[in-house]
């Protein structure tokens, strides 16, 4: 009788595990690390200027340490659109993702060797001196 009651837990424990899951999946915020050519690839095959309906042309610069700016410019219009890949964190002085690898490095007790040692690893422009 307890080997009874217990089963069906089990299957409901499973069960709202595949549902978090399911819902991590659909999640789109935060940090990722995206190769930038294979975003660059599939984003140049879909991005159109939203004037003129052109296909449009996307850039990226490196701007501050883990920051990029990137440009989505039409040539038939000019309309030029630009964004960057962190916010700037609350107090205005850096940008998020910055502050981020800060921290994270030091929470494993590494310091500003070991976030210049990680960005040459994973092929990540080089951090803020
Ligand atoms: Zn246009």
Not at 56 to 62: G, L, N, P, Q
Not at 81 to 94: H, Q
Not at 106 to 117: E, L, M, S
């Amino acid at each position: 009788m307890l080997i009874a009651y217990l089963l069906p837990a089990k299957k409901l424990c499973k069960e709202s595990d595949l549902d978090k899951d399911v819902r991590n999946s659909n999640q789109s915020n935060g940090y990722r690390l995206i190769n930038i050519d294979i975003l660059l690839s599939e984003l140049s095959q879909y991005v159109t200027c939203p004037n003129c309906n052109t296909k449009a042309v996307r850039k990226e610069k490196i701007l501050y340490g883990l920051v990029s700016e990137f440009y989505v410019e039409c040539y038939s219009c000019s309309t030029l659109s630009t964004f960057k890949s962190s916010p700037v964190i609350a107090s205005g002085n850096d940008y998020e993702v910055n502050t981020r690898i800060t921290y994270a490095v030091r929470t494993v007790g590494q310091g500003f060797c070991g976030i210049k040692h990680f960005c040459t690893a994973m092929d990540l422009p080089p951090p803020v001196s």
